[in-house]
Nanobody, 117 residues
Framework: QVQLVESGGGLVQAGGSLRLSCAAS????????MGWFRRAPGKERDFVAA????????SYADSVKGRFTISRDYAKRTVYLQMNSLKPEDTAVYYC??????????WGQGTQVTVSS
């Protein structure tokens, strides 16, 4: 069974940075896509970024392009989301996800990110 454990959330001022981590376990991830999603208060869960575990190909939501970077560390079986130039509208619970060819089969418990103005 795949397990995803997020960490690294917290409170930061606008313009600041945070790095989220997602430790993955339970299987090999060849062919998998790892992703980050977020749910702001009162809103739907939205896609943020994704990365192919094997090839490292990335994709981003328009709202975070140029500010967020997704990466993965093979040896540590960990996916990261580096978030720079944070804005109050980035405030949300951030979820790590994984799935074969598309993230969404497995989810972490979420980590809160709060950006103050």
């Amino acid at each position: 069974q795949v397990q995803l454990v997020e960490s690294g959330g917290g409170l930061v001022q606008a313009g600041g940075s945070l790095r989220l981590s997602c430790a993955a376990s339970g299987r090999t991830f060849g062919g998998y896509v790892m992703g980050w999603f977020r749910r702001a208060p009162g809103k739907e869960r939205d896609f943020v970024a994704a990365i192919n575990w094997t090839g490292g190909r990335t994709s981003y939501a328009d709202s975070v392009k140029g500010r967020f970077t997704i990466s993965r560390d093979y040896a540590k079986r960990t996916v990261y989301l580096q978030m720079n130039s944070l804005k109050p509208e980035d405030t949300a619970v951030y979820y790590c996800a994984a799935g074969y060819q598309n993230p969404g089969n497995y989810w972490g418990q979420g980590t809160q990110v709060t950006v103050s103005s």
